[in-house]
Nanobody
Framework: QVQLVESGGGLVQAGGSLRLSCAASSRSFSNYGVGWFRQAPGKERELVARISSGGGNTYYADSVKGRFTISRDNVKNTVYLQMSSLKPEDTGVYYC????????????WGQGTQVTVSS
């Protein structure tokens, strides 16, 4: 079992930056891959970025490539999403989710944190 808690959301102007954090409760967090997802009002949830359990492999959606950076600190059991050059279309609830190494489904989810980018 992994419990995830996101933080760092807020209101920012377009062009600004935010750093989201996802803190995990599990002592074996280094065995879990983590993804950041977002859901905008009226839209389906989408994968924004993901990172492998060891941090060596990352993926970004085309819409955020070059602007967002995902990283993790397995000593602190925390995954980060550094968001820069934010756009109004980045607005939404951001969720982190974890999956055990070798599994395809993200089984464990946080409660989400709101990000609002004003134009």
């Amino acid at each position: 079992q992994v419990q995830l808690v996101e933080s760092g959301g807020g209101l920012v102007q377009a062009g600004g930056s935010l750093r989201l954090s996802c803190a995990a409760s599990s002592r074996s967090f280094s065995n879990y891959g983590v993804g950041w997802f977002r859901q905008a009002p009226g839209k389906e949830r989408e994968l924004v970025a993901r990172i492998s359990s060891g941090g060596g492999n990352t993926y970004y959606a085309d819409s955020v490539k070059g602007r967002f950076t995902i990283s993790r600190d397995n000593v602190k059991n925390t995954v980060y999403l550094q968001m820069s050059s934010l756009k109004p279309e980045d607005t939404g609830v951001y969720y982190c989710a974890a999956r055990y190494t070798g599994y395809s489904d993200f089984r464990f989810w946080g409660q989400g944190t709101q990000v609002t980018v004003s134009s």
